[in-house]
């Protein structure tokens, strides 16, 4: 029969040592399993596995625009000593990298910043810096200016036997690039008192205008399948005929210049916001070119002479450089 009678609920105090040691083992593996959860998250998020590492980017154009890679491992490369800085003009922001940076000074020495004598720096010159110093510098009477210039396409005749020889054929339109500057101006009243370029970068890249020349012979257009490039101003003539009288061939020339117009608009003070790569050649630092001269900074023929000799010692050539180039769209 069943029976009818209220149970009696529980107390605390009506509890057995035995249940009393039960509530304690399963309290105490409760909290023993939330610490190892909280424990267990925060190694993971300390060695990155839940963090993703921030990408600076280049006014936010795509790796097909900008040669320089954006991320931080990109900007460090193969040197693992080299370390980047954040500089702040007026609210512009560029990476200083270098692999000596000791003090504020130092990074702008390896920037290439030049402080004007009303300029506001902080921190001090002398304060000490790492990867996470921003320096900021305020100009007085000074504005940030930003412009666009045209590159210039190259022309480029090809060989072909699919035309009779000497008739002409254009196989792809010429495209104007597009260089844009950022400028740190000074004015009085209408007057500009000095203009200095901050960054200068290749926004949009230059398309070769491509012309097809006939030759009735397979011999001669298998010769040089880069083709001819015409020089297009004082720089690309210079650099030609350089070559040229030092053993290099129209090829060559083809190859460094498509190149330099890709990377720089063949600009001496090309500078790339992110990385700090200067001059024709996009060297980072700029300053590896003092190799080739001390005029590195605004010579265009001290630059290329380094960009000539680096294509050779890293590549073995320039159009060796050219179809890397080509390939990753950065070399």
């Not at 990867?131 to 480029?156: G, Q, Y």
């Amino acid at each position: 029969m069943a029976s009818h009678r209220k149970a009696h609920a529980p107390t605390l105090l009506s509890l057995s040592k035995r249940q009393w040691i039960r509530i304690v083992a399963v309290m105490a593996a409760i909290i023993l399993i939330a610490t190892a959860g909280i424990a267990s998250r925060n190694f993971y998020v300390g060695n990155g596995r839940t963090s993703k590492v921030a990408e600076s980017s280049t006014s936010g154009l795509s790796d097909t625009t900008v040669s320089r890679g954006t991320t931080r491992s990109d900007l460090r490369g193969a040197n693992g000593d080299t370390s980047y800085v954040t500089v702040k003009i007026n609210g512009k922001s560029r990476v200083v990298l270098g692999t000596k940076f000791t003090t504020v000074k130092s990074v702008l020495d390896a920037g290439n910043i030049t402080l004007e004598p009303e300029d506001s720096v902080s921190p001090a010159l002398t304060a000490k810096v790492d990867e996470s110093t921003v320096i900021t510098i305020s100009r007085a009477d000074t504005k940030t200016e930003i412009s666009d210039t045209p590159i210039a396409f190259s022309v480029v005749k090809k060989e072909t036997t699919d035309l009779p020889q000497g008739e002409e054929k254009v196989q792809t339109e010429g495209q104007n690039g597009v260089m844009e500057t950022t400028s740190l101006v000074t004015r009085s009243g209408s007057k500009v008192v000095s203009s200095n370029v901050f960054t200068s970068y290749v926004k949009k890249q230059p398309v070769d205008k491509v012309i097809l020349v006939g030759t009735g012979s397979a011999a001669e257009a298998a010769a040089n399948t880069l083709g001819d490039t015409v020089p297009a101003g004082e720089k690309q003539q210079w650099a030609h005929d350089w070559l040229i009288q030092n053993g290099y061939t129209e090829a060559d020339f083809t190859a460094a210049n498509y190149i330099i117009n890709h990377e720089s608009g063949w600009q001496t003070n090309a500078t790339n916001p992110t990385s700090g790569a200067y001059g024709l050649p996009q060297a980072y630092p700029g300053n590896k070119m003092a190799s080739a001269g001390a005029d590195w900074r605004t010579n265009y023929q001290t630059q290329f002479k380094w960009f000539v000799n680096y294509c050779n010692q890293r590549y073995g050539s320039i159009t060796a450089a050219y179809a890397y180039w080509v390939a990753n769209s950065n070399y």
